[in-house]
Structure formats: structure tokens, C-alpha cells
């Protein structure tokens, strides 16, 4: 069976359901919405038209894939300092090889500090701004 977009943009969703059980035999993800399968559909059909994915884009994916799944921790070194204004003060905190020297006290992480900071339970890398989640 082959699909176009203009065909998926009209489907009721048993058209949908048939043509992606069609084009990946196998049966559609449980919760699935009517939206998401025209646009992963739409994309399919796209790709395949067009001759698939470019190889530089399958060979990124599949180095991704493969990569270690890990958190993210902000790359600090011993002898950084971080700055953080909160409520008015400027706290700063240097990172030491034992962990992160702020008021006198050392702490273990990060978090640690922005608790004492402010209080409240915080994730250090993002009171500090540190990181790709913030």
C-alpha cells in the first residue's frame, strides 16, 4: 500500500491504522493519537519517497544509540568558582577536589549547597544553571 500525505491528511483513524500496520507491520503503539499517526505516517511516506534518511543522519543515530546513557554533570574542575544571585546575595561557591566550599562548609554536591542556600530542595546543576537542563 502506498500512501501519500495528501491521502493521510483525509483518513479516519481505521485508514490510519491500516496503513500503519501497512508500512510497519506491526501493530500501532498503544495511546497513539489520531495526530501523531498522521505525522509520523506523513514522515514515512516522505522518506521513503524520497529514498530514506541521508547515510550521515542514520550513521549519527546509530552512534547515538550506542553511546552510554548516562546523566549529565556539568564538567567543573577543581578550582572553579560559581556565582549565584538569590535574593538579593551573591553566593559564591568554589569547587574543590573534597566537593563544593561555600560559607566555610564543604558540601558533597551541588544540590547540597543550593538546599543550604536557599532552603528548599533544588537540582544544584540547575539553581546553578549548570548543565543541559536548565
Known sequence: MKVSVSDIETMN????I???????????????????????LAF???????GGL????????ERSASAPVGKSRPNLKPGGRLLREWNGVTHVVEVTEAGYLWNGQCHRSLSSV????????????RFFRKGGSS
Open 13 to 16: 483513524r481505521p485508514a490510519l
Open 18 to 40: 491500516s496503513a500503519w500496520t501497512d508500512l510497519f507491520r506491526c501493530s500501532v503503539p498503544k495511546g497513539l493519537s489520531q495526530s501523531f499517526l498522521r505525522r509520523f
Open 114 to 125: 543550593a538546599r543550604a542556600i536557599t532552603g528548599a530542595h533544588w537540582s544544584g546543576p
Open 44 to 50: 514515512e511516506a516522505q522518506t521513503r519517497q524520497f
Open 54 to 61: 541521508p547515510k550521515g543522519f542514520m550513521a549519527d543515530l
